[in-house]
């Protein structure tokens, strides 16, 4: 990985972790459901930045050398992986 990505997702998987361990917490204690619902909320917009990390290391490295290799199956690997990324973020929104 990137150095500077690597440590931002490192960084935002611990606030993930501890996000986790405070609706956990929240949960055992009988916590009001909005309050938990929030914080799931806050958790899941915590993954999201994590995707868009690892992301943006994927596309500056692997992406990157597949599709400017001479390599025509590397190039229709990176655009097969592109593709099931796509499909994968439509189910979600649906």
């Known amino acids: 990985m990137i150095?500077?990505?690597?440590?931002?997702?490192a960084h935002r998987t611990k606030?993930?972790?501890g996000q986790i361990k405070g609706v956990?917490?929240?949960?055992?204690?009988e916590a009001y459901c909005m309050d938990i619902l929030i914080q799931s909320l806050a958790i899941?917009?915590?993954?999201?930045?994590?995707?868009?990390?690892v992301l943006?290391?994927?596309l500056?490295?692997?992406i990157k050398a597949m599709l400017t290799s001479n390599d025509e199956a590397q190039q229709n690997?990176?655009?097969e992986e592109l593709l099931k990324l796509y499909e994968l973020t439509q189910r979600s929104e649906a």
């Open 15 to 17: 606030i993930i972790e």
């Open 44 to 53: 899941q917009k915590s993954l999201s930045s994590l995707n868009r990390l």
């Open 77 to 79: 690997q990176a655009i």
């Open 3 to 9: 150095p500077d990505i690597k440590k931002r997702a």
């Open 60 to 62: 500056k490295t692997h």
């Open 24 to 29: 956990q917490k929240m949960i055992n204690s």
């Open 56 to 58: 943006e290391n994927h």
